[in-house]
């Protein structure tokens, strides 16, 4: 079975430090996700792309977090500099993107996310 | 603004009983409502959605959840837990292009 695949599982660095993840949808998946989620809280959408665009960077805090899906296909999220709040896990998903009007009606799958640890 | 609520932050049950997770939306657009589950340093696996059909959704693992417009709910029950069912469930809804998720209810389930 097709799965999203992510990396590093599990980082540590050092607060004003540069960090990044990566992300490789599933096959085919359109729409590509990136979400913070804080631990004891559920996931908030950083960023959404549909193919190469951006859909929705509303929750991006831009001045330190990029993102990027130049071709379409894979992402990269990076912090920098990153801060001791920015310590949570993030996790990517897709999903298919090709319902038309109804995509929110996609089901998103999740790859098993970074845990980020800034000290 | 469109809000997903989930009460309670924990549930135990004991093995065998019945579980009830409750998850309250609003929204002034019809909603495709999901819930998830996140077993320890995992992803996120859909359980079931809600896509304007059938408004009781049954689900992987026995979970079934019924959309109520006049109640804006999408409670999740399954009749007979199993230790195997002890995970964090998220509630989510989806209206136009994006995603909320609710805090997540910690199930726990007693032998």
């Known amino acids: 079975e097709a799965e999203v695949a992510q990396s590093p599982r599990y980082k540590i660095t050092e607060k004003s430090q540069a960090v990044a993840f990566w992300c490789d949808p599933i096959?085919?998946?359109?729409?590509l996700y990136w979400y913070r989620q804080i631990l004891g809280q559920g996931p908030e959408l950083l960023v959404q792309?549909?193919?190469?665009?951006?859909?929705?960077d509303s929750q991006l805090p831009k001045d330190r977090f990029s993102a990027e899906r130049l071709k379409g296909v894979d992402s990269t999220l990076k912090i920098q500099p990153a801060e001791l709040g920015d310590s949570a896990m993030y996790l990517c998903?897709?999903?298919?993107?090709?319902?038309?009007?109804?995509?929110?009606?996609?089901?998103?799958?999740f790859g098993p996310g970074t845990r980020l640890t800034v000290l | 603004a469109q809000s997903v609520t989930q009460l309670g932050s924990h549930v135990s049950v004991s093995e065998g009983a019945l579980v009830l997770l409750r998850c309250n939306y609003s929204?002034?657009?019809?909603?495709?409502l999901f819930w998830y589950v996140q077993y320890p340093n995992q992803g996120l696996q859909l359980l079931l959605k809600?896509?304007?059909?059938?408004?009781l959704v049954k689900g992987i693992n026995g979970f079934e959840a019924e959309f109520k417009k006049s109640e804006t709910s999408f409670h999740l029950t399954k009749p007979s837990a199993h230790m195997s069912d002890a995970a964090e469930y998220f509630c989510?809804?989806?209206?136009?292009?994006?995603?909320?998720f609710g805090a997540g209810t910690r199930l726990f389930v007693k032998a």
């Open positions: 998903a897709s999903s298919p993107g090709n319902s038309g009007g109804a995509m929110g009606a996609d089901t998103q799958y």
């Open positions: 096959s085919g998946h359109a729409t």
């Open positions: 792309f549909q193919d190469e665009s951006v859909v929705d």
């Open positions: 929204s002034s657009v019809p909603p495709y």
């Open positions: 809600y896509t304007s059909a059938a408004t």
């Open positions: 989510a809804y989806t209206g136009g292009f994006k995603t909320i």
